[in-house]
């Protein structure tokens, strides 16, 4: 979501750094249209619709469902064919692509701020206190909110920005594969207590007073603070910008999904064969994590493979959806409570099936006016409110 820093670097003499040109442009100054990286704006745009996918479910169903494809909206054949696949193929992993992308538009902002001294590094720690602003309110209509995450990960970023590129994604790794041992411990509390998994794991209202879902929620923040450190360190070698050979992305692309998706595969299979009990609840969903990253590079890979390719519409609108972000991402979640749960709330009939239906309509929604936004104005409008309250001062937004 980090809209005006995925910019084309500049080319730059032997010996320079992306950085350096970046440095080129003031911080208040709109990045130009012919300036972007592209490959940026579409992995942005597929991993913010891709979200939605998961996400959908828990505006109708709450927490457990989204987990649990037991607890709620698999009615018929088709809702679980529906929940099992996006089990495999979407759960954490567009997440995950929305992550590496935060991160990588972060160490933008951090290279920059790094040049320019203390007061550009206070203007970026003021930026991310706006996002965990933004994050808050949106928590208070739904608690799925990602927003928060991101901007206490960012502080850590802000600390670890002089490690190298590899320093960077090896420590990504560890923090990310820590989250797994948050799963296991969380597991491990709820067996040796018998406490209720009630808004969790099972349809009910969560009981804050059960140590249990601290891990599971320590995890989630390890899980997004590991990919967005990983997503700055990739950046930063250039394999997000698409200008690496095509080789080397259709092999992360092969090696990542036939990893990834077999991994979540597996933990499909071990919550069914235990019947989606209590005892799997936390560790059935570790194969998934851990396949995350290599599914997550293996789809990004893809995308960048089809954003070299000839242009298209589609791509054009994918990546307009990509540039509004925030503000699609804080749209869905306004349309999914509205419609799934105020307007819906009590229709029997709404499932997983139906649900699909729902994004599919929000999908089209979305990338309609994207780009019709776009044609006429520079920023999305959270995008732009963001960025006034950024700089404190008046921004540009209608295009000239």
């Known amino acids: 979501m980090q809209i005006e820093y995925g910019a084309q670097m500049p080319k730059m003499p032997k010996g320079k750094t992306p950085m350096a040109a970046e440095q080129l ?56 064919a529906v929940g099992i696949f996006g089990e495999v193929f979407i759960d954490q992993k567009f997440m995950g692509l929305f992550s590496l992308l935060f991160g990588a538009g972060m160490i933008l902002f951090i290279d920059r701020a790094s040049a320019k001294g203390r007061r550009a590094v206070a203007l970026n720690m003021w930026r991310n206190v706006l996002l965990l602003l933004i994050g808050i309110v949106h928590f208070t209509i739904w608690d799925g909110d990602v927003l928060m995450g991101y901007a206490v990960s960012s502080f850590f970023l802000i600390l670890l920005r002089s490690l190298s590129n590899n320093a960077l994604i090896s420590l990504g790794v560890v923090v990310f594969a820590l989250s797994a041992v948050g799963t296991v411990l969380s597991q491990c509390i709820a067996d040796s207590t018998g406490t209720s998994l009630s808004g969790i794991w099972e349809p009910g209202e969560v009981n ?50 036939a990893v990834g998706l077999p991994f979540a595969a597996l933990g499909v299979v071990i919550t069914a064969i235990n019947d989606y009990s209590r005892e799997v609840a936390f560790i059935g969903q570790v194969p998934n994590t851990i396949g995350t990253i290599p599914a997550s590079l293996g789809y990004m890979s893809i995308i960048i493979l089809w954003n070299n390719r000839m242009d298209s519409w589609l791509k054009r609108r994918l990546r307009a959806v990509g540039r509004m972000a925030l503000t699609n991402y804080l749209t869905q979640t306004i349309i999914g409570i509205l419609t799934l749960t105020v307007l819906l709330g009590d229709a029997g009939w709404m499932n997983r099936a139906p649900i699909l239906a729902f994004v599919f309509a929000v999908w089209a929604l979305q990338v309609w006016w994207s780009q019709a936004w776009l044609s006429h104005f520079l920023f999305g409008p959270a995008e732009w409110l963001w960025r006034v309250a950024t700089y404190r001062s008046w921004q540009p937004l209608r295009r000239i």
């Open 25 to 80: 442009r003031t911080d208040a100054a709109p990045v130009r249209d012919s300036a972007r990286i592209t490959s940026l704006d579409l992995i942005r745009g597929v991993a913010v619709l891709g979200i939605l996918l998961m996400n959908a479910v828990s505006f109708r169903f709450d927490t457990a469902p989204y987990f649990n494809l037991s607890a709620g909206g698999s009615e018929t054949w088709i809702d679980w």
């Open 208 to 257: 804050t007073e059960d140590w249990v879902g601290v891990p599971h929620l320590l995890g989630y923040f390890l899980r997004a603070l590991g990919l967005i450190l990983l997503g700055a360190g990739l950046y930063r070698t250039g394999f997000m910008n698409g200008d690496m050979p095509a080789r080397t992305y259709r092999t992360v692309a092969i090696i990542g999904l």
